[in-house]
């Protein structure tokens, strides 16, 4: 079974905090994505990379950066964190045969 | 873009009857649909999909069909269980370069009264 990490199951965070999520996979899979939910809106991609120091930005970019230096491990950046960015975070990788796996989720709350 | 549809937004039914939910996409290059599940405080997980090339899958109580032509698509859940409680997302997805580029529905809250 694909196991996919996530640092944070819950997070409160100030307004201009720059806040760091981190998501792990075990699989070693090259594909790894970062999406946001929210009530009503489904899942938003946020960014995604296809290897190691590759990224591109996916749906809603605005607000968020991204890291992979490592093929495992993919971060979520919020540079200076707004109340809109209060959300659930998701973390997904990629797996052989185009579905994917999800981490557990990091419910972010900016105060 | 892609832009996925998914309907009803909730849906209540008796223990024992079936469950549709339908969602429909925009792009004909879509090849891939997954439907998920999530249970409450849980992550979405994989429970059926359905590719291009073919028309309808099932596996146990569920079952998936596809209509190309029409661009839509439907998750049928027979006899259900208060476990299958759970909010259902459909997703139209396409190869996009070494990577499946995936649009999600925005989500269909099931309730299964006992």
């Known amino acids: 079974d694909v196991k996919v990490t996530q640092s944070s199951r819950y997070l409160v965070k100030r307004t201009g905090e720059k806040v760091f999520l981190e998501c792990v996979q075990d699989?070693?899979?090259?594909?790894m994505f970062w999406y946001r939910q929210d009530p009503g809106l489904g899942l938003r991609l946020i960014y995604f990379?296809?290897?190691?120091?590759?990224?591109e930005k996916g749906d809603i970019p605005e607000g968020y950066s991204v890291s992979r230096e490592k093929k495992e491990r993919f971060s979520l950046i919020l540079e200076s964190a707004s109340t809109n960015q209060t959300s659930m975070y998701l973390c997904?990788?990629?797996?052989?045969?185009?579905?994917?796996?999800f981490g557990p989720g990091t419910r972010l709350t900016v105060t | 873009g892609e832009n996925v549809e998914q309907h009803p937004s909730t849906l209540s039914v008796q223990e024992g009857d079936s469950a549709v939910i339908k969602c429909t996409y925009s792009?004909?290059?879509?090849?891939?649909f997954p439907w998920y599940k999530q249970e409450l405080g849980k992550r979405p997980q994989l429970i059926i999909d359905?590719?291009?090339?073919?028309g309808e899958k099932k596996d146990q109580r569920i079952a998936v069909t596809l209509n190309k032509t029409a661009k839509h698509f439907s998750l049928h859940i027979t006899e259900t269980q208060p476990e299958d409680s759970a909010v259902y997302f459909c997703?139209?997805?396409?190869?996009?370069?070494?990577?499946?580029?995936?649009?999600f529905g925005t989500g269909t809250k099931l309730q299964v009264i006992p």
């Open positions: 997904a990788c990629e797996g052989g045969h185009d579905e994917q796996y």
């Open positions: 699989m070693d899979h090259e594909n």
């Open positions: 990379s296809y290897d190691v120091k590759m990224k």
């Open positions: 792009d004909s290059a879509s090849n891939y």
């Open positions: 359905i590719r291009s090339n073919v």
């Open positions: 997703a139209a997805s396409r190869n996009s370069g070494g990577y499946q580029k995936v649009t």
